[in-house]
């Protein structure tokens, strides 16, 4: 589904039953991609994301890589793997795309967060917006409240007066 072609196919699609749909209003389409990527697959991807059809990325689903250093006895199980094993290479993308991009696309980094310097390093990366599932199955609900406080002093601690001025800083 994120070959360049089967994609353009599938975003134009989608786009004329959204508008069609809803036709008062033009809701943004935001793309969701694997983490399992090749650099052609991530320039694609990026070049159609500057496009008028896409609105941003959502960046990583789980991946079916399966890193060495994984304990569980669940490991060889097959599906998507989430949580913290998947933050480095879930970034990684993230970052990818943000570079092949210039910067233009608005991204939302998700995968593995589960502290304030997990989200810092997505915003860092290329991230406008973060968004964790995994996480609170470990840590409750108090965890976004704790990532929000920890995120304001790290932003405080490197001069940055807002997320935004962070985003993408990594880069710069
Ligand atoms: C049990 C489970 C179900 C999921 N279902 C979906 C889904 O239906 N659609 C989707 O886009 N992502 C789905 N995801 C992926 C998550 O939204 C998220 O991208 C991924 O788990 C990485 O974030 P995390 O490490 O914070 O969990 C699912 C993840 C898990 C663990």
Redesign the pocket.
């Known amino acids: 589904m994120q070959s360049k072609a089967q994609l353009e196919d599938l975003i134009a699609k989608v786009r004329e039953a959204l508008d069609a749909a809803v036709p008062a209003t033009t809701p943004p389409l935001l793309v969701?991609v694997a983490p399992d990527l090749t650099d052609d697959d991530i320039k694609d991807i990026a070049d159609i994301a500057k496009g008028p059809m896409v609105d941003g990325l959502i960046a990583?689903?789980?991946t079916i890589d399966r890193p060495d250093n994984l304990k569980s006895i669940f490991k060889a199980e097959t599906g998507?793997l989430?949580?913290q094993p998947?933050m480095a290479p879930?970034t990684k993308i993230l970052s990818d795309l943000y570079s092949a991009s210039g910067g233009t696309v608005p991204l939302i980094g998700?995968?593995?967060?589960a502290s304030g310097a997990d989200a810092y390093a997505k915003i860092r990366a290329g991230a406008s917006l973060v968004?964790?599932?995994?996480?609170m199955v470990y840590e409750g609900p108090a965890l976004p409240g704790r990532i929000c406080r920890d995120l304001a002093k790290l932003l405080k601690r490197d001069g940055f007066t807002s997320v935004k001025e962070a985003v993408g800083a990594d880069h710069r």
Request: net charge positive; charged share 5%; no cysteine.
């Open positions: 969701k990583t689903n789980t998507g989430s949580g998947l879930s998700v995968g593995g967060i968004q964790l599932y995994s996480a």
